[in-house]
């Protein structure tokens, strides 16, 4: 509950502002410190918030805020009336509402980052860790471009990745849509043409034939049973062993391996040298590093490393026995450990990676699509094979 409130201090002063709290005996019980006197309280009625449902509040409606809350705390603008104006000039629905609260929250006397953790899907642990450590050296608009540079490099990244993945997804569901549709509405038709012959059919045909009679009688237990199993699939992977399943394949899988090893070296580069040059340990920064990683076993690695470094040990040299990490990228680390640098080498590490992961994307499309054709033509034309089978041989037999 919000509560609008207006108390004198000890001094004499008057203030007012909005308070959250569990009830307005609560309300009262805070406001009444430090011998304060409360003038006026009243619970907060939000009849502003519009009725329709709030959209979802994405990465984009995040680093939209970020962009515009640098500019306005660069020229010199209160954060509260910052975040006012943006949630005011906003039609978003959903991060209108989000800004509002976060503007109360921070009204009622709440630090900014302990007012963005109330929203953990909105806002990760990078960023409020970030405007943390602004709160504490004042260097909130610096601190808000640099979260909108790591923003925008990483949605650019997930975009290539995913950008990557569409294409053969779209041309495996495609063939299969064909195959299927083949085998539903084109087998059959030939089926009543070579019964009526009573010719002994070649066996790739009269598997196709068997295949085709077996959709067409037990298509919906099929179907249900495609359901039961992808609901039951969706469930596994949810859990932990099924994540970890999920993560492993993804990082081993030929051809797309090494483009997701490649995106989880470089997101934990720069997640690390954000958070090291912005003055964050290095302990914390390796664990908001892991919560980031976006792999389990890049997870892990991280989680290890900020156990083993908080006993003494050096990074690189912990880094050098994962398998998952590439060795130039240990080598480069303990040169940035040797000579005070390492946020630095870490950002070029990031910006290296990126670049290899953009040639590998390349090279994964140019050789996936005249795959997809091939494989295509090649699984489409064994079944035209199959059908004509029987006519080649009927052909043979008359030429005799």
Known sequence: M??????????????SGVLTAASSADAMLQLRKNGRVILS??????????????????????????????????????????????AAQSDHSGLKAMLESIADRVKGGEEFSRALEHYPRQFS??????????????????????VCDYMAQERDTVRRVKGAMVYPVCMLVFCMMVVVSLLIFVLPRFKSVYAARGALLPGPTQFLLD????????????????????????????????????????????????????????????????????????????????????????????????????????????????????????????????????????NRLADFCDEELKVAIRTLTTMIEPAMIIFMGLLVGAIAVALLLPIFNIAKVMAH
């Open 2 to 15: 919000q509560f609008i409130y207006e108390i004198r201090e000890s001094s004499g002063q008057c203030s």
């Open 41 to 86: 309280l009243k619970e907060r009625v939000r009849d502003d918030l519009p009725a329709t449902p709030l959209r979802r509040v994405r990465p984009d409606d995040i680093l939209y805020f970020a962009n515009q809350l640098a500019v306005m705390v660069d020229t010199g603008v209160p954060l509260t009336e910052s975040l006012d104006a943006i």
């Open 125 to 146: 642990k990078l960023f409020v860790a970030m405007m943390r450590a602004s709160e504490a050296s004042g260097t909130m608009g610096a601190m808000l471009r640099r």
């Open 211 to 346: 295949v085709s009679e077996g959709l067409c009688a037990y298509w919906p237990p099929l179907l249900g049973a495609g359901l039961v199993l992808g609901v039951i699939g969706w469930l596994a992977v949810r859990t932990p062993a099924g994540r970890t399943f999920i993560d492993s394949a993804k990082i081993r899988l030929p051809l797309v391996g090494p483009i997701y090893r490649k995106a989880c070296i470089s997101r934990s580069l720069r997640t690390m040298a954000t958070m090291v040059s912005t003055g964050v340990s290095v302990l914390d920064g390796l664990n908001i590093t892991a919560s980031v990683a976006g792999n389990v076993h890049y997870e892990k690695i991280w989680q290890e490393l900020a156990g083993r470094i908080q006993e003494g040990a050096s990074m690189a040299d912990e880094l050098y026995k994962q398998p998952l990490v590439p060795r130039t990228v240990s080598q480069m680390i303990s040169a940035g450990e040797r000579t005070g640098k390492l946020s630095e080498v870490m």
